[in-house]
């Protein structure tokens, strides 16, 4: 007897064996329970995921000697002819071999007369949007206005191929990418029937590498069944899948994880003297970093496409890393991942790729230089030579966009007090302020801090309205708050006070002198709420303002 492929011998014959796609078998079959019947219905997704298959079970539905029925029989004349592709009213058409317009007039011609023998003439229409423009408008007038005998069933791979007002005429159902833990379900009854001895390692990557096409994974499973003599093993499944070695990617993860560039040259030699595709290289490994994102995320290394302590080294390796390191070289591999696949030395792409992730580990974070702290080190960085070596200086951040808060003055040293506590409290609480937000801290070492009968003084210089303005938004004054409470106590309170300035002169007097109308100019323009956001992100303040052309704000 001929052999007959897996992908044929178990082709879904009912709604109940698709795989994958519950929703729209239940709308289907509700549609032939309630004789809802449309004239026109368009499936579509991608190749290998049940379009043309519901598309012949829907027609043998609608066909059967039973019918219309949920589910057909599969017994009766019709539903056998049907399978076998010998039934004369159910017509299947390539789209692609049959795309003129003389062709598609033809076929319309012929549906004017009624099915020979059954229930309903069935025209299944695949690959339509091969069609040219003039045959879609050979069909508009047919498909929104059949005969009671005539129903269409059209199946697409480019839905958006195909114009809308063909659309318009037809009930649209969109078939999804199987999910993998599904397929893998489904491979293992195929396993189960056919006598196929596979662990569920190997049929998990089958089902990845059949990304989502239940045809795609059961040919797969075929070939590797077929290699090994009815067994799969891990290691067959990952070389004949295109797998490489997993040991590999973990040197590199480790190596770009600890900015160890000479160990990411090596790995990169390695895949040159294998002779292995890099981008189909840099492919994996992007798939190889998602697992080990998912890990750092606290994910069960069984859900891995790994073999079982393979994924258990790689859970280790992601939490001690992080998983925000993670998250950035997942971000800057997907950001390279272009010029890898279309670079032209898809070698040296790869490796600058691989080095330039290797240099992440090494560059400071913006808040912390801003701050005018240490730069963070990530923790797989730290434990390395490496990461420990100054930054190249042309990864460091550059000084004029990146301007380090500058050093506040020393503040007026406070009054004694019995109830400050010993050493230089002031400071302490500047100190305390920085940690918790520094730009605040910048601009409160200019005011006078003071105890006085064990309530705490800020004198805010008269000129100064912006630091008056931030110590009246609440978020600052809980800064402040748990800033005191630290340093004095939780029981210290706290107000804002006038600093000494020069008198205000009194009523009908000349007007301002040029250094008070300067000051009043300034807190005019530092009350703008986007000049406040510049002077918070950077620890400034307003020196000076200055007019350039005609421009000037306007007052409403």
């Known amino acids: 007897m001929t052999y007959q492929v897996l992908a044929r011998k178990w082709r879904p014959q009912s709604f109940a064996a698709l795989v994958g796609q519950e929703a729209i078998v ?8 309630e004789r809802r019947i449309a004239q026109a219905y368009l499936f579509s997704g991608i190749r290998g995921v049940g379009k043309t298959t519901a598309a012949r079970v829907l027609a043998k539905a609608l066909n059967c000697e039973h019918g219309p029925a949920a589910d057909p029989c599969n017994e009766c004349l019709a539903c056998i002819e049907i399978t076998r592709g010998s039934d004369l009213d159910v017509i299947e058409v390539d789209a692609a071999t049959y795309s003129k317009v003389e062709q598609v007039r033809e076929l319309t011609e012929s549906l004017k007369y009624g099915p020979s023998r059954d229930r309903y003439k069935v025209v299944v229409l695949d690959e339509i949007h091969r069609l ?30 195909v114009p809308a007002t063909v659309l318009s005429r037809c009930q649209e159902f969109h078939f999804r990418r199987v999910p993998s833990l599904v397929l893998a379900a489904h ?31 059961v040919a797969l499973l075929d070939q590797l069944a077929t290699f090994g003599s009815g067994t799969i093993a891990d290691a067959d499944a990952i070389r004949l899948l295109g797998g490489l070695d997993t040991q590999l990617f973990q040197e590199v993860l480790t190596a770009i994880l600890g900015g160890d560039g000479a160990g990411v040259v090596s790995a990169v030699r390695r895949v040159e003297e294998e002779g292995w595709d890099p981008r189909h290289v840099y492919a994996q490994f992007l798939t190889f970093c998602r697992d080990a994102l998912h890990l750092g995320l606290g994910g069960d290394p069984e859900q891995a496409d790994l073999p079982a302590e393979e994924a258990q080294t790689l859970a280790a390796a992601a939490r001690a890393a992080g998983y925000e390191n993670l998250l950035r070289l997942l971000h800057h591999l997907l950001t390279s991942e272009q010029v890898v696949r279309r670079s032209d030395a898809g070698v040296l792409a790869l490796e600058i790729a691989w080095l330039r992730a290797a240099e992440l580990p090494k560059l400071a974070r913006v808040e912390d230089i801003l701050a005018g702290g240490a730069p963070t080190t990530p923790p797989a960085a730290r434990r390395t030579e490496r990461a420990a070596a100054p930054v190249p200086a042309e990864v460091q951040p550059s000084a004029a966009l990146l301007p380090t808060p500058p050093t506040p003055p020393s503040p007026a040293a406070a009054p004694a007090s019995s109830s400050s506590p010993p050493g230089d409290p002031v400071q302490a609480f500047l100190e305390a302020v920085k940690v918790r937000k520094a730009p605040l801290a910048a601009h409160l070492a200019e005011a006078e801090i003071a105890v006085v009968d064990g309530e705490l003084h800020l004198a805010v210089p008269a000129d100064n309205t912006l630091l008056a303005g931030r110590l009246q938004q609440s978020v600052n004054r809980e800064i402040v708050d748990a800033a005191a409470a630290a340093v004095w ?68």
């Open 132 to 161: 040219s423009r003039q045959a879609f408008d050979a069909l508009l007038k047919i498909v929104e206005e059949p005969p009671a005998h005539l129903v269409f069933i059209f199946a697409t791979t480019e839905i958006d191929a």
């Open 489 to 556: 106590g939780p029981g210290i309170a706290w107000r804002t006070v006038r600093a000494a300035s020069r008198p205000v002169p009194p009523s009908g007097a000349a007007a301002p002198e040029p250094a008070e109308g300067a000051a009043a100019e300034r807190g005019r323009v530092a009350d703008n709420p986007q000049v406040q956001a510049v002077l918070d992100i950077f620890g400034g303040r307003v020196e000076t303002v200055e007019e350039h052309g005609s421009f000037r704000e306007d007052p409403r």
């Open 187 to 217: 491979l293992r009854a195929i396993c189960a029937s056919e006598a196929i001895t596979a662990s569920d390692t190997a049929l998990r990557l089958i089902s990845r590498a059949g990304e989502g096409s239940v045809r795609d994974a």
């Open 26 to 33: 239940t709308a289907l079959r509700n549609a032939l329970t």
